[in-house]
């Protein structure tokens, strides 16, 4: 299974939470945490990782194999054994491996997927923060699901609910996840039309353990097994591995080539017509913080 992580606006945790997903999907499957990100790495830097392998050698072996074991040769450990493919901190040199490797060129399309395809395994990208022209588009397009992580303030909102038509036209299988505080997932869902699977939850010190700080040799009683986000993270991976892969798209043009496809058709569950183009259709007035909604939590909401 491949999954892209990615936000459209901000900065909303999207590493952070790439790596909790990463490090607690449930057993048997194994995980490979694949740095995506076109605006360059964190991970190597957090971690004081080597600055090879990684995403850059990775994108120069595929260039000449097609071995299936390409991605797990070019990852290394974090504190608690999970591998990872990072990325390095630099915009351009980043934007460069992703190109290369997501390109059309037969020796380097599916590094990605044919790691994905395997048995048991599972490919998180971080995919960062999303665009149309972003050099992470051709993963975005691959994935069998699309996590999609933002805030909950009416801003937020407002850039998403114009975008949401957009996104589905990127996957068949996109995932709402709100971060922080603000509109709840029930008026998420009532005024998007777009079920929020769950509310990540704010957890400084489970995030820090995942941003490599303080730096450990392993995770232990402070990795993310422990820690709020850690299990929030399991709740979601055990949703996404429970639910069928959606089938594959057809190989040819891309799905931004084809007729746009209503993202309302391609969440379960959304009923037709309730997504507007053009904005939040309501006023935020009726979404005031209630003490007694147990989304706003600081500690989170569990995924449903
Ligand atoms: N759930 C959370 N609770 C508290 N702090 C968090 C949480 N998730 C992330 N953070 C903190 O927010 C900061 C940014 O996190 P992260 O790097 O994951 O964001 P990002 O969306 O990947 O940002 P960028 O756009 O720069 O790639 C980090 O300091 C991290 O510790
Ligand atoms: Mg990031």
């Known amino acids: 299974m ?13 590493t952070t939470f790439s790596l909790a997903l990463a490090a607690r999907w449930p057993a048997p499957a194994r995980t490979v945490l694949v740095e995506a990100d076109p605006s360059g790495g ?23 194999s097609t071995d299936a074991g390409l ?12 591998p990872v493919v990072s990325s390095p901190p630099d915009a351009d040199r980043a934007r460069a491996a992703l190109l290369a490797l997501t390109s059309t060129s037969p020796a380097s399309t599916d590094v ?10 599972v490919v998180i990208a971080d995919c960062g923060r999303v665009d149309h022209g972003s050099a992470a588009m051709g993963i975005v397009r691959e994935a069998d699901v699309l996590v999609l992580l933002t805030r909950a303030h009416a801003d937020d909102l407002a850039h998403l609910a114009r975008r949401l038509p957009t996104v589905g036209r990127w996957t068949p299988r996109p995932v709402l996840l709100l971060v922080g505080d603000g509109y709840s997932t029930a008026e998420v869902n009532r005024e ?15 995030a820090a ?7 450990r040799l392993r995770w232990g009683r ?11 993270a399991h709740k979601v991976a055990t949703v996404l591995a429970a639910k069928p892969v959606a089938p594959a798209p057809p190989s040819g043009p891309t799905r931004a080539d084809q007729e746009p496809a209503s993202v309302l058709q391609a969440i379960p569950g959304v009923p037709n017509g309730a997504v507007s183009t053009t904005g ?7 979404l005031a913080v209630h003490p007694a909604d147990e989304e706003r939590d600081p500690r989170g909401g569990a995924a449903s």
């Open 2 to 14: 491949l999954v892209a992580v990615i936000s459209l606006k901000g900065s909303p945790g999207v």
């Open 42 to 64: 964190d991970i190597a830097t957090r971690f004081s990782l080597a600055s090879s392998p990684g995403l850059l050698s990775l994108a120069a072996a595929a260039r000449r």
């Open 71 to 82: 991605l797990w040769q070019h990852a290394q450990a974090l504190p608690g054994g999970l």
């Open 112 to 121: 990605l997927r044919s790691t994905a395809n395997g048995p048991d395994t």
């Open 192 to 206: 998007l039309g777009v079920p929020p699977l769950g509310r990540v939850p704010h957890d400084e010190h489970g």
């Open 209 to 215: 353990v995942l941003c490599g700080r303080p730096p």
């Open 222 to 232: 402070s990795g993310p097994s422990h820690s709020a986000l850690g299990r929030f």
């Open 280 to 286: 939040l259709r309501r006023a935020p007035s009726p």
